[in-house]
């Protein structure tokens, strides 16, 4: 709806602490206006699952880790061994990992998204 400065003013005073739209639904409706369920606005479908991502990430050096290898590469100081290429292929498989344990928590596949 829309309304000019003077009625948005005077609804805003005659609602006082009450949402607008649950102060038009009573003018509106009376006693008859029923209580508004709440939807669900979390994305979140595993809260179990989200928990595991969370506290995965939470005990994970992933990020400082990967944070280094990236200076490293841009500073031209990573040496290319087989090992640095084992751990940054770990590291990919665990962010991967992670990725898809938290889009499965949020109620999507692995193969969803970018």
């Known amino acids: 709806m829309r309304f000019t400065h003077e009625e948005r003013a005077w609804l805003d005073a005659e609602r ?10 009573e003018r509106l409706f009376g006693d008859q206006v029923s209580p ?10 595993d809260t179990e699952a989200l928990g595991r991502v969370l506290g995965a990430l939470g005990q994970s050096r992933l ?15 990573l040496p290319v061994t087989p090992e640095t290429e084992a751990d940054i292929k770990e590291a990919c498989r665990e ?4 990725r898809a344990e938290l889009l499965r928590a949020l109620g999507k ?3 969803d998204g970018p």
Request: glycine content about 10%; charged content about 15%; proline content about 7%.
């Open 16 to 25: 006082g602490n009450m949402p607008l739209s649950v102060h038009i639904r």
């Open 36 to 45: 508004r369920k709440k939807s669900g606005n979390s994305p979140v479908k």
């Open 63 to 77: 990020s400082s880790n990967l944070n280094q290898l990236a200076k490293a590469v841009n500073t031209g100081s």
């Open 95 to 98: 962010v991967s990992a992670l």
């Open 109 to 111: 596949s692995p193969g």
